[in-house]
């Protein structure tokens, strides 16, 4: 009989007592270079990007083409997405992606207590530390996330558009031209209105699931069709409601992430510039990727204080402490996601005067970040099969069914299923050992995802320790109709695997659920199931949110932190509104859209 190895080995104390001594000869080695060290290079560069995750990538591949002559700096925390045993590459390992140690920010969640909205004489609480993953790897979460290829609907780009005149180059006519050039899609034989809303020669590779759909997961879309649930072959196409087969960031059967990409055909540009200084050497056009360093904070110009002139930032690498500087007409990318963006900013001085005061942080200008935490809260739904129905070699999450969900969290009726502005995404998925913890079953997973949320969060610095995690604070279902629109998704999730050939050919049963009348579940039951299992879906966005500045606004429509120079933010922290759907190619299309924004900026600076 074989032994089963342990995913996880707990350190003894002699394990501890090794680790410390290592680090103490490290800490001394550092400190004896340290010594012997009697100069350091200024760096300086044209750009600095924080952070070479999805934003991060596609901004240093599209400055490095666009803008002749310049150089790069990429500071990204984690390191390499080839570092991982190959799980990263694999689409039926994403779900061990996402886990990863060495890959991983490591986030946790606040506790969150609030009133029932079933029984407000109740106090309930949200699951306690929900893990909040964040890539710290090159791609960052498009190296971890499970691929799915979504754009969102038009309507929310378009509310993006509306704050404002100057706002209107983020409406859906700008934001589609951005995905379409980002895309390379290999769907087989498309048809013209495919062709019209689809790219073809992008970096972004998108296709259809890998050998398609298993049995088990077509079967659930005769399932879904059986209650009225209109077909969509394309939920990026004119509408987003109905149930289909997604498409993937894939390229051949592989994840393929925006590092894979974007950054690497960067990092294949390597040309030399002699200048025009008599006695100069010149410089490397290329773009420089730093593994491993984590940004402490922005260096400001002490000569001009009151404008508060981003020159370069601060950052940990290899033991030492580093600085690095822009050229006279660069700027300082903050790409650092939704939640390390604004993490750096009030480390810096930029945030909520309160919060900044109280953690001893010099207030450089009082603005709303870390406000507006926007996520996409999911819930699961599970069900057994019998077993062997299900084939492991899966990319996952094949199928979705998108919807309008009931306000008083009744199963949606056949109007909702063809309401084209949908507010939930079921996303199907098998159920395998090892996808859920303790559960090791065949079966399915339907997992529920409010994809137009009421609720609102936040997060704030714990200290002034730029290597301390930082407060979030989620606030899921802090708005009742969030609530009943999960119930009304999870109910119609328990319905469709009640239909043939789900209850039949796989005798699907529910578990999980606990009832306390029979078959029927009550409301104040569903509202203890979703607060209970409610998880991430690892969609943060909003909180260094776009828009005016007298309505909550960090950055203006060109994404520009409000009162500085030469700063600016580009990644999921800037949506005003999240996007309906999975948030990797929305980013990556906000950091094409920004690209375009630099080449003008640029070019202005230098025809002055």
């Not at 137009?452 to 109709?481: A, T, W």
């Amino acid at each position: 009989m074989s032994q089963k190895l342990p995913s996880v080995i707990e350190k003894t104390q002699e394990d501890l007592k090794k680790d410390a001594k290592i680090r103490e000869l490290w800490m001394k080695n550092i400190c004896d270079h340290d010594k012997h060290a009697k100069f350091k290079i200024k760096e300086t560069y044209d750009f600095i990007i924080v952070g070479a995750g999805t934003a991060g990538c596609v901004l240093a591949r599209e400055l490095i083409h666009g803008i002749p002559n310049i150089n790069i700096l990429v500071l990204e925390a984690g390191g390499p997405n080839v570092h991982a045993n190959g799980i990263i590459s694999l689409p039926c390992t994403w779900f061990k992606a996402f886990r990863l140690y060495d890959c991983d920010w490591g986030y946790v969640t606040q506790e969150q207590k609030m009133k029932s909205h079933v029984n407000p004489t109740k106090e309930v609480t949200v699951k306690k530390g929900i893990p909040y993953p964040r890539g710290k790897v090159w791609g960052g979460c498009s190296s971890l996330n499970a691929m799915v290829y979504m754009r969102g609907q038009a309507k929310q780009y378009n509310d993006m558009a509306a704050q404002g005149p100057e706002y209107k180059i983020w409406d859906w006519d700008h934001c589609l031209e951005a995905f379409k050039a980002l895309e390379n899609n290999s769907r087989e034989n498309p048809n013209e209105k495919f062709k019209q809303l689809h790219g073809f020669n992008g970096l972004h590779h998108v296709q259809d699931p890998h050998n398609g759909a298993y049995d088990i997961m077509s079967d659930l879309i005769d399932a879904a069709k059986n209650l009225g649930i209109p077909y969509n072959d394309d939920f990026n196409g004119e509408r987003q409601n109905g149930v289909g087969r997604f498409q993937f960031t894939n390229e051949k059967g592989k994840r393929c992430s925006l590092a894979d990409g974007f950054l690497r055909d960067a990092l294949k540009k390597v040309e030399f510039h002699p200048g025009s200084e008599p006695n100069g050497f010149g410089k490397v056009v290329a773009v420089d990727v730093r593994s491993y360093a984590h940004v402490l904070e922005i260096i400001w110009d002490e000569e001009n204080k009151k404008e508060n002139i981003a020159i370069g930032v601060r950052y940990f690498c290899n033991g030492n402490v580093r600085e690095a500087f822009i050229a006279p007409k660069g700027e300082v990318i903050i790409c650092s996601g939704a939640i390390n963006s604004p993490q750096i900013l009030m480390l810096s001085g930029v945030g909520p005067k309160k919060n900044l005061e109280e953690n001893n942080i010099k207030v450089r200008k009082e603005l709303p970040v870390g406000r507006n935490l926007l996520d996409h809260p999911g819930c699961c739904f599970i069900a057994k099969s019998d077993p062997n129905t299900i084939h492991h070699w899966s990319s996952g999450c094949e199928i979705g069914i998108i919807h309008k969900a009931n306000v008083e969290g009744k199963i949606p009726c056949k109007e909702e299923f063809f309401d084209e502005n949908p507010d939930l995404q079921t996303i199907a998925m098998p159920l395998r050992p090892g996808l859920v913890d303790g559960l090791n079953v065949d079966g399915i997973l339907l997992w529920s995802i409010l994809n137009v949320p009421s609720s609102v969060g936040y997060l704030e610095l714990n200290s002034n320790n730029p290597f301390d995690q930082p407060r979030i604070h989620l606030n899921y279902f802090e708005k009742s109709d969030d609530l009943y629109r999960m119930i009304s998704s999870l109910k119609l999730s328990r319905e469709i695997l009640k239909q043939p050939p789900m209850s039949t050919v796989y005798n699907v049963k529910e578990i999980g659920i606990n009832y306390t009348n029979g078959d029927d579940i009550s409301d104040e039951d569903w509202e203890k199931f979703v607060l209970e299992k409610s998880v991430t879906t690892f969609h943060p966005g909003g909180t260094v949110k776009m828009a005016p500045e007298s309505n909550g606004g960090v950055v203006n429509h060109r994404l520009q932190v409000y009162g500085t120079k030469n700063l600016r933010v580009v990644d999921a922290s800037i949506f005003p509104y999240i996007p309906s759907g999975n948030t990797n190619a929305p980013t990556a299309m906000v950091a094409w859209r920004a690209s375009r924004l630099i080449f003008e900026d640029y070019t202005r600076k230098n025809s002055l």
